[in-house]
């Protein structure tokens, strides 16, 4: 019976820090030369607006992961005179493990769209970068 009702604290535990855990994310504007980025990000049942950060400024927000681990928030960006582009700011079963807390996303003047930035920022590994038009 001790077994069990360790076993069922623990799940017990788990389940609640599971639930409870927040999860930050991060999109900074690296576009460099006073440039203004544009952004609007939402999720299936949230829409946190249209945002224009200024050169080196960020936007961030927070949520917890739903029971059954489909949470996905996405992105549209642009600056310029450029088109809008599309990225997957969170998604949970890509990045529940990579970055369980805090997900970091930069817009750099070189178009790349990279994530799961240390911080603070060094130098980054560009295997994982989406190119985009500068």
């Known amino acids: 019976?001790?077994?069990f009702s360790s076993f069922g604290f623990l799940l017990l535990f788990v389940f609640a820090t599971r639930i409870h855990?927040?999860?930050h994310v991060h999109v900074i504007n690296r576009l460099g030369d006073g440039r203004y980025l544009n952004i609007h990000c939402r999720s299936k049942n949230d829409d946190l607006g249209h945002h224009t950060l200024e050169d080196s400024n960020e936007t961030t927000w927070s949520f917890?992961?739903?029971?059954?681990e489909t949470t996905l928030f996405y992105c549209n960006v642009q600056w310029g005179d450029s088109d809008?582009?599309?990225f997957d700011a969170y998604d949970a079963e890509r990045d529940h493990a990579r970055c369980f807390s805090a997900c970091r996303w930069m817009i750099s003047r070189e178009g790349k769209i990279c994530c799961d930035l240390s911080w603070p920022p060094q130098q980054p590994d560009l295997?994982?970068?989406l190119f985009l038009p500068k």
């Not at 917890?64 to 059954?68: A, D, G």
């Open 1 to 3: 019976m001790k077994n």
């Open 21 to 23: 855990a927040k999860v």
């Open 84 to 86: 809008w582009y599309h």
């Open 127 to 129: 295997s994982g970068f």
């Open 64 to 68: 917890s992961v739903n029971f059954w």
